[in-house]
């Protein structure tokens, strides 16, 4: 069972578990990052909930190969597999402007340029062209649309989208 995560903490998913890498408790981790940085040897990361230390990370052809402290044979890595690799929002490096975590967008309002309330953002879909936000609308039915501007807009704590778009 995931252990509850402290109020007012949130944790960014980085990586998951793809499965194990040879017989001593390596792990091949998918990236959700642009790259390894915040994936560094010595770093605290949650696996599947469970505070783990990065005792050594790699890059390899496709996915990285990582260990973690206390996963010292196949079985254990195996059965890590599908885990989320988790790092806790406040300790990672301040972002540039016009730059986000899918987490930081998840959950906040949506109004149309009047300020009428179109929904919440429920999701951040990625297809290669750019972000799709996942739209909850207070009917209950959702809809995709580009984050892209004019169509949706990050405004500090709301995303100003133009509803024509809203299927």
């Given at each position: 069972?995931?252990?509850?995560?402290?109020?007012?903490?949130?944790?960014i998913a980085l990586a998951a578990v793809a499965g194990a890498h040879g017989i001593s408790g390596e792990v091949r981790l998918k990236l959700f990052a642009v790259d390894l940085s915040s994936l560094t040897k010595g770093a605290t990361v949650f696996v599947g909930g469970t505070p783990r230390t990065i005792t050594a990370i790699k890059p390899a052809d496709k996915m990285?190969?990582?260990?973690?402290e206390g996963v010292a044979d196949r079985s254990a890595a195996e059965a890590l597999r599908g885990t989320l690799v988790e790092i806790d929002r406040a300790v990672l490096a301040p972002l540039d402007e016009g730059e986000y975590y899918h987490a930081d967008i998840i959950g906040l309002p949506c109004v149309d340029d009047a300020g009428?309330?179109?929904?919440?953002?429920?999701?951040?879909?990625?297809?290669?062209?750019?972000?799709?936000?996942e739209i909850e609308r207070p009917d209950g039915?959702?809809?995709l649309i580009p984050f892209t501007?004019?169509?949706?807009v990050l405004d500090g704590d709301h995303v100003t989208i133009d509803p024509d778009f809203l299927a």
């Open positions: 069972m995931k252990p509850p995560v402290p109020e007012g903490e949130r944790r990285p190969i990582a260990r973690f009428v309330a179109q929904g919440r953002v429920v999701g951040i879909e990625n297809y290669g062209a750019s972000d799709l936000l039915k959702r809809a501007d004019p169509i949706a």
